[in-house]
């Protein structure tokens, strides 16, 4: 993977844990809503799990956000 490329999936799992932490939403609540384990969500948010279009779709509903919020990478640098 570029490390252009690696940079954007950090970023897109910096912005999911920066929305999540403000609306105070634990990790165990997000992985109830996505239907999988908190440790498989944990590995969203540290970015060792690629996710779908699909998943990114669902994480952005539950969090209540557009879905360019979250793949926004310069939103992530100022995090």
């Given amino acids: 993977m570029s490390n252009m490329l690696n940079y954007k999936v950090k970023a897109v799992a910096t912005?999911?844990?920066s929305k999540r932490e403000?609306?105070?939403y634990t990790q165990?609540?997000?992985a109830a809503k996505l239907n999988i384990s908190q440790n498989a969500y944990?590995?969203?948010e540290l970015g060792y799990?690629?996710?779908t279009v699909?998943?990114?779709f669902q994480i952005a509903d539950v969090l209540e956000t557009n879905l360019?919020?979250?793949i926004?990478?310069?939103k992530a640098e100022a995090a």
């Fill in 72 to 74: 926004n990478s310069e």
């Fill in 54 to 56: 699909e998943r990114l």
């Fill in 15 to 17: 912005n999911i844990r």
């Fill in 49 to 51: 799990t690629k996710i």
């Fill in 42 to 44: 944990s590995k969203i």
């Fill in 28 to 30: 165990e609540y997000l």
């Fill in 68 to 70: 360019t919020e979250l």
């Fill in 22 to 24: 403000q609306l105070n």
